[in-house]
């Protein structure tokens, strides 16, 4: 089969295409095609007319991921592949954006990057899935859902903080941790600091959650307030902050709950079996993870939450130790509030928190490790699909430190073709590390990794 490789730049409504052959050689010039029925068809109608002149073709699509612009043409191709010998996949847009500026390429527009992507798509093979039926589209547009819902709400409580500083800033001391229900409730009755002074503590007391005593504590600081804006425009903005996000509240446990009795993957009683992880956090860490086979160590699910530490190392330097955090910021949102929750609810994640302060952490860079190493504990369940176990982890961590303990020197295997030399012309530095390395190495010569390594080098 010979390959040929169709790269597609979806915008909003239509998509721009180019074919290459494998040596990146234009096989079909750039053509524009309306997402639409009369363009799908007008796609057919091309794939059709070449495979009829190409009889022992192969074509390899790519489309970059774009929020949801290039999904009607990549399930149209994928049911495709019933007529014609085509795989499509999605490709990574960041991977594409380099791709271009390790080309040179300084002029951007739609022609481009659609040979941009089939350019790609030759060049990074291994770096393709094609063909991967998402099992997940209808989780990940539940979830994206109740994610708009989240930032909806937050977005209005921002909003109703500031409106409750000129109106209401004896309630702030109770919204340090967010906005409790029965403040916000009681804001949909006294939206203003004047209102809430002339109630009567019975009528106060009749909300959920507030007491007789909190309620005569409520009238006596609204009494005294400070409040600068008591007008009626502003009673009518408090209100109805106040009542949209209720409304928001009752809606997102509503779609959790959805969410949680519509979709039964075997991953997530393996994930909420880990004590700090809850359905929702499990659905989201599930959508990003995504299969599990996908990664051959933990490493490379480490690198892709961007957890994995990062330095500069040249010369004699080497500093900027710190947490990468690049890629998506999702997935390291949802592991960051896994995290807070485990140092408070789960023993042994706890015990872990404590001994990292102790050693001299703060308590985010201890949070972070905490982070990482809540990721390794979910890849070892995920991989040997087994549910939490806390005597596994005990057992693994006891080995590592056996081994750390029985590493006491770290042979250079860099060096292993010559010794340094004392005739290098080395930095004062350099000769401090030389020096502490060779103390190190007479003392581990006696050792039978020691004897190994000398018949290694003879």
Same mark, same amino acid.
């Given at each position: ?83 014609? *010998? ?298 040997? *699909? ?25 042979? *250079? ?46």
């Amino acid at each position: 089969m010979k390959p040929y490789f169709l790269g597609g730049d979806t915008s909003k409504g239509y998509c721009d295409f180019i074919l290459l052959d494998e040596r990146k050689r234009t096989v079909e010039e750039n053509f524009q095609l309306d997402d639409c029925y009369d363009g799908h068809w007008a796609l057919f109608g091309f794939l059709r007319r070449f495979f009829s002149n190409h009889k022992d073709a192969a074509i390899y699509a790519g489309f970059e991921s774009t929020g949801g612009y290039e999904t009607n043409w990549y399930q149209f191709l994928w049911k495709l592949q019933k007529n014609f *010998n085509i795989q499509v996949a999605r490709v990574n847009p960041f991977g594409v954006k380099h791709h271009k500026k390790a080309s040179l390429e300084r002029i951007e527009t739609d022609k481009i990057s659609a040979r941009a992507i089939a350019e790609y798509l030759i060049n990074y093979p291994h770096k393709v899935e094609y063909s991967k039926d998402d099992c997940f589209a209808g989780l990940r547009r539940h979830w994206k859902y109740i994610r708009m819902l989240k930032k909806q709400k937050s977005q209005l409580q921002t909003t109703l903080k500031a409106q409750l500083y000129v109106a209401h800033p004896q309630l702030l001391t109770y919204c340090k941790e967010g906005m409790n229900d029965w403040t916000l409730h009681l804001l949909t009755k006294y939206p203003t600091a004047s209102l809430l002074a002339a109630a009567e503590a019975k009528t106060v007391s009749d909300i959920p959650y507030i007491s007789k005593e909190r309620a005569n504590e409520l009238i006596s600081d609204a009494k005294k307030s400070i409040a600068s804006m008591q007008d009626s425009s502003m009673e009518d903005l408090i209100q109805s902050a106040a009542h949209q996000i209720l409304h928001l509240k009752k809606s997102i446990d509503q779609q959790v709950k959805a969410m949680t009795s519509t979709y039964d993957f075997p991953e997530i009683e393996i994930m909420v079996s880990f004590i700090g992880i809850d359905h929702y956090s499990a659905f989201g860490l599930l959508l990003n993870i995504g299969a599990i086979e996908q990664y051959d160590s933990v490493k490379p699910l480490a690198s892709f939450f961007g957890m994995h530490p990062i330095y500069r190392e040249s010369g004699d330097g080497k500093g900027g130790i710190h947490m990468s955090k690049k890629g998506r910021k999702e997935p390291r949102w949802i592991l960051f509030n896994v995290a807070k929750s485990a140092v408070v609810h789960n023993e042994m994640i706890k015990q872990l928190y404590e001994e990292y302060q102790a050693k001299g952490k703060c308590k985010m860079s201890a949070l972070g490790i905490i982070m990482h190493k809540i990721l390794r504990i979910l890849y070892g369940m995920l991989k040997h *699909n087994k549910k939490y176990d806390p005597t596994v982890d005990m057992a693994n961590r006891k080995k590592t430190i056996r081994k750390k303990e029985a590493l006491t020197f770290k042979p *250079n295997k860099n060096r292993r073709y010559q010794d340094y030399s004392q005739k290098a012309p080395i930095s004062r530095r350099q000769t401090k590390k030389r020096k502490k390395y060779k103390q190190e190495e007479v003392a581990w010569q006696t050792t039978i990794g020691g004897k190994e390594n000398q018949n290694l080098r003879q």
